[in-house]
């Protein structure tokens, strides 16, 4: 057993291994200097022809600091150590005058490690035998000195030693004392009369004798020791001996040699030696069987059989388990007892088992998105048509499908006759001219002009349609080929600015198809284009060039066209707000209220969902390719604050096109507005800054031309008097016409359109100058905001140029009405609404040509602003009043008041204007309705937290502060359901804030009137009493008093519905 | 047909006032927006709160979760609209291009976009795959504030203060916009897709054909003149269910028009929002800062 273990081990390295001989490295030479040994110092070690001389005296170093050092007397006296007493003769000492290389390895006197005199084996012997000597003296035999040599007494180790002392004897197997009945199992356990033993079987005799014990059997308490056995080992068979083969151990021959306690040999079944071991080697002296040693070897003692003698036994020796062999295979056991293993008592806890969840009846094992619906119910042809199938539809096959009639395919078609026929003349002479001048226009156009000759246009018309030539021959070649293109074919807009192509009219035209295909979103949209004679290489060639130039000449970016809108688009812009807000809005009001839902309340759009949103929800793009996102050709409400607040969108739905025309069939398209067309742009821009223009009636004024235009002039010029009124924020204005004039032309926009409020309140800064203003406005209590514009309007008018003034008091209804417009409530107002229909009777007869040479007046490079500004209109002034009220805590505050404190509060607001805070979003307003319903509702809501929210509303935000409690989002609705419903909501917000404003403005006014204001805030109507002193003369009397009149009336009925 | 008829929890919430309350898809968790800008998940059978989620920075008006459980939006005062991830807590995502207040939100059925509605008069689309802050997609037709968004499988409900319900079929690539005469402060499709649920301001609620938008049916004895009260239809599509201000929940029977039941909260405040259970007759609802349990007490005849 002690010997194993050798072979387990890992390689071991011995000795130094050879260094790793590199190619490269040049060989060093060998000097003869290099061959002399030298010492760890760098010194050399041999002299002479001596070696192993001393270094001592060499050179004469002996007392030098290089050489050697001798000792020199140390008297002894003065350091009487142990040592030196143990050793007197210390200093004599041979090492002393050695140094370290002699005492070195190879030094003179190496020093190493040896065993200490005691212990050598010499010394060992010696000791032994005088051992000896005392036992045979003892023992009176007296051998002598060759005795001794012979006697050697038996060294034990100290294992042996130990297990003696703890009452081992030698033949004893290790462990625990055995009980009498083990013992005798075992010495029953002999081969079985029916079972065959090959060779010799141990002589039973044997076994009983070797134990040499006699047990009574009634002695059954006493315990034996275990029989001394070798434990199984478990070695692999790695060599040629037979099975069970094991070579003569020669320690066991050996007399001083480790007793193996745990490997007695096999062979000797007693622990008794005897056998093989005395044959070969011989007894030693002292060995207990002496008197075997002649003994013949008996084969008896051999275990010539393969079966050993215990079965179980054998294998585990004192280790096995207790029971060992007698294992009884219980009843409900199934299956065999593996061997050396047995059934433990305790059985093991069944392994908790998680049964497979009983499937519910109709699964079925894939998995399906939860569907908020279903739609098992609907039959297959419906659930077909609602676009699960894999026919695609195209628009045209839907609207037919549901039912629509199929949109007309251009403006044109709208066109009276004989206008037609004059638009094909110009065409013609045109193409006429240019085939002449250029001498190679392509074939194509004159085919088609050709057709229609009549009678050539003067050449004057012909600036306006060059423009538009390319688009007209898309016209009429679609018209003329039928094709499949989308019948709402806008035309592209940006096409007629940029043409990259103009040379060649004839790829000019397709190229112009070839937008409007992309578009739409068709595949491959060149093929349709393409000409039938062009070769492929051509048609390559082109395409590519038609897709380079589409992306470069991109339209006007979604952002700037919305904030702008060309000539083309401002009659179909008003008309989609008269969808909204005009008659159609009143019979859908109608239709609800009588309950008649469906196609009366129902307005149906083309929509454009974005790719990805499509691809998001798993449907099929209705529109391949488009371009185009939301719906088309419906502007949004540009009246909504919040529109102007996330002005980087691209994505928004207002890609400008010009095709709303296709959107509204049925609508009249006038031949003026047609011969028109070369001007647009310059009168969109007019319209856009008076938006007078929107209106068709003013195109035909009653007044002269001169009085239109001077009443731009006036109009501009009192813009920029409003603007340098705001921006200075003083007085001075009525002093310093002239400076002002000169500086002020950036806020034209502010000056005519912002707020009057916000210039009020800075005006109120001076507050003693504008009493009297003051007075006379809460005296009267108007809510009508548009008169209240007017009246800034006249104030401002007043400040302006003496000339301008006396043209503008001359053009003075014309003024009005074309102010109008822009601050709208015909339709709230019925008394206006009168007023105004008078004034546009009148202005009809006007001929439409002095517009547009009012328009050229103007510098068509800045109008646009005006325009994009109008619309903005709102938000500024909602901006700026935030801004001026400190943002939007200060609001929050301020809402959250009773509402008695509210004028300190504004009060405080105002002197805060100075600080321009964040400008806020204008939808903090909205939150102080919130607010408010919880204090105000308490009815409802406990004081900590208001119950719910009210029905959230923009139109909140724009309502009046006292409005504002109320939990009633719309409460213009209720309020004007007196009056014609037909109101827009542009014109109820701005209605509303500068009520809002107005009341501000109101709060700060001095103590005189400040009850006035209190009263005209009740009404809330008072707001726009500000310069409506100044307005008297450009409003006749009558009509005014009448509208106040009647908001007194809807002031008071919303006082009513406020205290309900 | 069973109708939840015995209130049997009453969650405690302790936050503020409950905005809104929605099941999630289902039914075994419910979500609660409250006023102190936090939102719970609970387990409204058993009364058990599971999660806070904080990450709005004012008022929750309305959240959703996804299909799968895993994550939840939500809109709020605060104009975002915030995308939770339901076992960590964490706000994944913050939309902030509403200029308002956030007033709805839904996941599309696949959660994979989530419509927000809001007091900016726009709907706008968010992808939750991308990282992109910028929505995909805008819906600016209304002109007034966005109260109620749902969501098919193709098509987007909206309902907004201008007193119109707009469903933008994807489909088909139109735009179908009904007037009803007063603000919409609910809509909802019915369960089989083929009628959608009005519910405005001051009047009755309507039960609209959602191809010809004619009107099939009215239900009216509730209150409802200020506050956006929800309205829902019951699993299967039998009864119509709305929230009163006089503290009572509604009950209609769809076909008959009339008043089967009435649910008293015994607390004299607007029952502004409720929710119905997909599959089971549950229902809970939200009144002041608690919410209700409601459960049939017979057995669901099936």
């Known amino acids: 057993m002690a010997s194993d273990g050798s072979d387990d081990d890992d390689f071991v390295a011995l000795g130094t291994a050879v260094p790793v001989f590199f190619e490269d490295q040049p060989k060093k030479l060998i000097t003869p200097q290099d061959l002399t040994a030298k010492d760890k110092q760098g010194r050399r070690r041999f002299h002479g022809a001596f070696t192993g001389g001393f270094s001592a005296g060499f050179f004469n170093t002996v007392g030098t600091k290089e050489g050697f050092v001798p000792s020199t007397f140390v008297s002894s006296k003065s350091r009487k150590s142990r040592n030196d007493v143990e050793r007197p003769n210390r200093s004599s000492q041979p090492e002393d005058f050695m140094d370290d290389e002699d005492l070195e390895e190879h030094g003179i006197a190496?020093?190493?490690?040896?065993?200490?005199?005691?212990?050598?084996?010499?010394?060992?012997?010696?000791?032994?035998?005088?051992?000896?000597?005392?036992?045979?003296?003892?023992?009176?035999?007296?051998?002598?000195?060759?005795?001794?040599?012979?006697?050697?007494?038996?060294?034990?180790?100290?294992?042996?030693?130990?297990?003696?002392?703890?009452?081992?004897?030698?033949?004893?197997?290790?462990?625990?004392?055995?009980?009498?009945?083990?013992?005798?199992?075992?010495?029953?356990?002999?081969?079985?009369?029916?079972?065959?033993?090959?060779?010799?079987?141990?002589?039973?005799?044997?076994?009983?004798?070797?134990?040499?014990?006699?047990?009574?059997?009634?002695?059954?308490?006493?315990?034996?020791?275990?029989?001394?056995?070798?434990?199984?080992?478990?070695?692999?068979?790695?060599?040629?001996?037979?099975?069970?083969?094991?070579?003569?151990?020669?320690?066991?021959?050996?007399?001083?040699?480790?007793?193996?306690?745990?490997?007695?040999?096999?062979?000797?079944?007693?622990?008794?030696?005897?056998?093989?071991?005395?044959?070969?080697?011989?007894?030693?002296?002292?060995?207990?069987?002496?008197?075997?040693?002649?003994?013949?070897?008996?084969?008896?003692?051999?275990?010539?059989?393969?079966?050993?003698?215990?079965?179980?036994?054998?294998?585990?020796?004192?280790?096995?388990?207790?029971?060992?062999?007698?294992?009884?295979?219980?009843?409900?056991?199934?299956?065999?007892?593996?061997?050396?293993?047995?059934?433990?008592?305790?059985q093991l806890k069944p392994k908790k088992k998680f049964p497979a969840p009983t499937l519910p009846k109709g699964f079925k094992p894939h998995h399906w998105f939860r569907k908020h619906r279903e739609m098992s119910h609907i039959p297959e042809h419906l659930r077909q048509g609602m676009g699960y199938n894999s026919v695609k539809l195209n628009a045209v096959d839907r609207g037919i499908l549901l039912g629509e009639q199929p949109v007309m395919s251009s403006v044109f078609d709208l066109i009276p006759k004989a206008d037609q026929q004059r638009i094909d003349a110009t065409k013609e002479a045109i193409s006429m001219t240019k085939s002449l001048n250029e001498g190679k226009a392509s074939k194509e156009?004159?085919?088609?002009?050709?057709?229609?000759?009549?009678?050539?246009?003067?050449?004057?018309?012909?600036?306006?349609?060059?423009?538009?030539?390319?688009?007209?021959?898309?016209?009429?070649?679609?018209?003329?080929?039928?094709?499949?293109?989308?019948?709402?074919?806008?035309?592209?807009?940006?096409?007629?600015?940029?043409?990259?192509?103009?040379?060649?009219?004839?790829?000019?035209?397709?190229?112009?198809?070839?937008?409007?295909?992309?578009?739409?979103?068709?595949?491959?949209?060149?093929?349709?284009?393409?000409?039938?004679?062009?070769?492929?290489?051509?048609?390559?060639?082109?395409?590519?060039?038609?897709?380079?130039?589409?992306?470069?000449?991109?339209?006007?970016?979604?952002?700037?066209?919305?904030?702008?809108?060309?000539?083309?688009?401002?009659?179909?812009?008003?008309?989609?707000?008269?969808?909204?807000?005009?008659?159609?809005?009143?019979?859908?009001?109608?239709?609800?209220?009588?309950?008649?839902?469906?196609?009366?309340?129902?307005?149906?759009?083309?929509?454009?969902?974005?790719?990805?949103?499509?691809?998001?929800?798993?449907?099929?793009?209705?529109?391949?390719?488009?371009?185009?996102?939301?719906?088309?050709?419906?502007?949004?409400?540009?009246y909504s604050v919040f529109n102007f607040l996330s002005m980087g969108d691209f994505q928004s739905g207002e890609t400008q096109q010009p095709s709303s025309s296709t959107e509204t069939p049925g609508r009249e398209v006038s031949h003026t507005e047609n011969t028109m067309l070369s001007a647009k742009p310059k009168k969109t821009t007019m319209a856009s800054v008076f938006k007078v223009l929107d209106d068709p009636n003013f195109h035909k004024p009653g007044g002269g031309h001169e009085m239109v235009t001077s009443s731009a002039v006036s109009k501009s010029l009192t813009a920029k008097e409003?603007?340098?009124?705001?921006?200075?924020?003083?007085?001075?204005?009525?002093?310093?016409?002239?400076?002002?004039?000169?500086?002020?032309?950036?806020?034209?926009?502010?000056?005519?359109?912002?707020?009057?409020?916000?210039?009020?309140?800075?005006?109120?800064?001076?507050?003693?100058?504008?009493?009297?203003?003051?007075?006379?406005?809460?005296?009267?209590?108007?809510?009508?905001?548009?008169?209240?514009?007017?009246?800034?309007?006249?104030?401002?008018?007043?400040?302006?140029?003496?000339?301008?003034?006396?043209?503008?008091?001359?053009?003075?209804?014309?003024i009005q009405d074309s102010f109008r417009p822009l601050f709208t409530r015909r339709k709230k107002v019925n008394v206006d609404q009168e007023a105004n229909d008078q004034l546009q009777q009148r202005l009809q007869e006007a001929p439409p040509e002095i517009l547009s040479k009012s328009n050229e007046m103007q510098a068509p490079d800045k109008l646009p602003h005006w325009r994009s500004l109008s619309g903005s209109k709102s938000v500024f002034s909602v901006l700026e009043d935030m801004e001026r009220n400190g943002g939007f805590k200060e609001r929050v505050v301020a809402s959250e008041q009773p509402l008695v404190d509210k004028e300190a509060l504004n009060e405080e607001d105002s002197a805060d204007s100075e600080t321009f805070g964040p400008s806020l979003p204008p939808v903090t307003a909205e939150k102080n309705p919130d607010n408010n319903d919880g204090e105000e509702d308490g009815a409802n809501c406990s004081t900590a937290y208001g119950p719910s929210l009210p029905v959230l509303s923009t139109s909140l935000s724009s309502t009046d502060l006292q409005e504002r409690g109320r939990p009633v989002e719309k409460l213009e609705n209720k309020n004007n359901r007196k009056e014609s419903r037909s109101s827009h909501r542009k014109d109820k917000r701005k209605k509303s804030k500068r009520k809002k404003q107005k009341k501000l403005r109101k709060h700060k006014k001095s103590s005189k009137s400040r009850s006035k204001s209190r009263k005209s805030r009740h009404s809330s109507s008072g707001s726009e009493a500000d310069s409506e002193s100044d307005s008297d003369d450009s409003v006749s009397d009558s009509e005014l008093l009448e509208r106040l009149k009647g908001v007194s009336k809807s002031s008071k009925s919303l006082e009513k519905l406020r205290h309900l | 047909m069973s109708l939840p008829n015995q209130k049997t929890q009453t969650l405690e919430c302790k936050q503020g006032a409950v905005r809104a309350i929605r099941f999630n898809v289902d039914g075994n968790y419910c979500l609660s927006c409250g006023s102190d800008k936090t939102i719970k998940l609970w387990n409204p059978l058993r009364g058990l709160h599971l999660k806070t989620y904080t990450g709005h920075g004012y008022e929750v008006l309305d959240a959703q979760s996804s299909g799968d459980n895993s994550h939840i939006c939500s809109g709020g005062m605060d104009k975002t609209v915030v995308l939770f991830d339901v076992s960590?807590?964490?706000?994944?995502?913050?939309?902030?291009?509403?200029?308002?207040?956030?007033?709805?939100?839904?996941?599309?059925?696949?959660?994979?976009?989530?419509?927000?509605?809001?007091?900016?008069?726009?709907?706008?689309?968010?992808?939750?795959?991308?990282?992109?802050?910028?929505?995909?997609?805008?819906?600016?037709?209304?002109?007034?504030?966005?109260?109620?968004?749902?969501?098919?499988?193709?098509?987007?409900?909206?309902?907004?203060?201008?007193?119109?319900?707009?469903?933008?079929?994807?489909?088909?690539?139109?735009?179908?916009?009904?007037?009803?005469?007063?603000?919409?402060?609910?809509?909802?499709?019915?369960?089989?897709?083929?009628?959608?649920?009005?519910?405005?301001?001051?009047?009755?609620?309507?039960?609209?054909?959602?191809?010809?938008?004619?009107?099939?049916?009215?239900?009216?004895?509730?209150?409802?003149?200020?506050?956006?009260?929800?309205?829902?239809?019951?699993?299967?599509?039998?009864?119509?269910?709305?929230?009163?201000?006089?503290?009572?929940?509604?009950?209609?029977?769809?076909?008959?028009?009339?008043v089967s039941s009435k649910l008293d909260h015994e607390v004299r405040k607007t029952v502004h929002s409720l929710s119905f259970h997909p599959s089971e007759p549950v229902l809970i609802s939200a009144c002041a800062d608690k919410v209700y349990v409601w459960e049939s007490n017979q057995p669901d005849q099936t």
Request: aromatic content about 6%; proline content about 5%; hydrophobic content about 30%.
């Open chain 1, 722 to 814: 409003g603007a340098s009124v705001e921006d200075h924020q003083e007085g001075e204005e009525k002093d310093e016409n002239d400076q002002e004039e000169s500086t002020a032309d950036m806020d034209l926009f502010r000056a005519i359109f912002k707020n009057s409020d916000s210039d009020d309140s800075e005006r109120e800064d001076d507050e003693g100058k504008n009493d009297v203003e003051i007075m006379s406005e809460d005296g009267q209590s108007s809510p009508d905001k548009h008169t209240e514009e007017r009246d800034i309007d006249a104030a401002m008018i007043q400040e302006a140029d003496p000339v301008v003034k006396t043209e503008l008091r001359s053009a003075d209804e014309a």
């Open chain 1, 110 to 346: 190496p020093r190493k490690f040896a065993t200490a005199e005691g212990f050598t084996s010499e010394e060992r012997k010696r000791k032994q035998i005088s051992d000896a000597n005392q036992v045979t003296s003892s023992s009176a035999l007296t051998f002598g000195a060759y005795l001794d040599d012979l006697v050697v007494p038996e060294q034990l180790t100290v294992g042996v030693k130990l297990l003696k002392k703890m009452g081992w004897r030698e033949g004893q197997g290790l462990g625990p004392r055995v009980e009498q009945k083990k013992k005798k199992k075992k010495k029953n356990s002999q081969p079985k009369p029916g079972v065959k033993v090959y060779g010799c079987a141990p002589p039973p005799s044997d076994e009983s004798g070797s134990d040499g014990e006699f047990v009574p059997e009634d002695l059954s308490s006493v315990t034996f020791a275990p029989k001394d056995i070798a434990p199984i080992s478990v070695r692999p068979k790695d060599n040629v001996h037979g099975l069970g083969y094991r070579g003569l151990d020669p320690s066991l021959a050996l007399p001083r040699s480790h007793i193996n306690l745990f490997a007695a040999p096999p062979v000797r079944s007693t622990g008794s030696r005897k056998g093989i071991s005395g044959q070969a080697f011989g007894v030693g002296a002292f060995e207990d069987e002496d008197e075997d040693i002649y003994a013949v070897d008996n084969l008896l003692n051999y275990d010539i059989t393969m079966q050993p003698d215990n079965e179980g036994d054998d294998k585990f020796g004192w280790t096995a388990p207790r029971n060992h062999g007698k294992q009884t295979v219980p009843v409900t056991y199934v299956g065999k007892l593996l061997e050396g293993f047995c059934l433990s008592k305790t």
């Open chain 1, 445 to 638: 156009p004159l085919e088609n002009e050709s057709q229609n000759k009549k009678d050539a246009e003067p050449s004057s018309a012909r600036n306006f349609l060059s423009r538009f030539q390319p688009a007209l021959d898309a016209e009429a070649q679609d018209n003329a080929e039928k094709k499949t293109s989308n019948p709402n074919t806008p035309l592209f807009q940006s096409s007629m600015t940029f043409q990259p192509f103009r040379k060649d009219p004839a790829k000019q035209t397709r190229y112009e198809k070839y937008l409007t295909l992309v578009k739409q979103g068709g595949h491959e949209p060149y093929n349709a284009v393409a000409s039938s004679n062009m070769t492929e290489w051509e048609k390559a060639r082109e395409r590519d060039e038609f897709s380079k130039a589409a992306k470069m000449f991109r339209p006007m970016s979604a952002m700037m066209s919305s904030r702008f809108v060309s000539g083309a688009m401002i009659d179909d812009d008003m008309d989609e707000k008269c969808i909204e807000s005009g008659s159609e809005k009143t019979d859908e009001t109608k239709a609800a209220e009588m309950k008649l839902f469906g196609k009366l309340t129902r307005e149906e759009h083309e929509w454009h969902p974005h790719q990805l949103l499509c691809k998001r929800f798993n449907v099929p793009n209705p529109f391949p390719g488009s371009d185009i996102v939301g719906v088309p050709g419906v502007k949004r409400d540009k």
């Open chain 2, 88 to 258: 960590s807590g964490q706000a994944i995502r913050k939309y902030r291009d509403h200029a308002g207040t956030v007033n709805c939100v839904s996941f599309n059925e696949e959660s994979t976009v989530i419509l927000s509605g809001s007091i900016d008069c726009t709907v706008k689309v968010w992808d939750v795959r991308s990282r992109k802050n910028q929505p995909i997609q805008e819906l600016n037709e209304a002109k007034d504030s966005v109260t109620v968004v749902q969501v098919s499988d193709h098509e987007i409900l909206t309902g907004s203060a201008d007193s119109r319900v707009r469903r933008y079929d994807l489909r088909i690539g139109r735009m179908f916009s009904d007037f009803v005469s007063k603000p919409v402060s609910s809509v909802r499709f019915t369960r089989d897709g083929q009628c959608v649920l009005v519910s405005s301001l001051g009047v009755s609620l309507k039960l609209l054909d959602k191809d010809s938008g004619e009107l099939l049916n009215e239900y009216s004895g509730h209150q409802n003149s200020n506050y956006k009260i929800d309205c829902c239809l019951n699993h299967k599509d039998t009864h119509i269910l709305s929230g009163s201000e006089d503290g009572h929940i509604y009950i209609w029977d769809l076909l008959e028009a009339k």
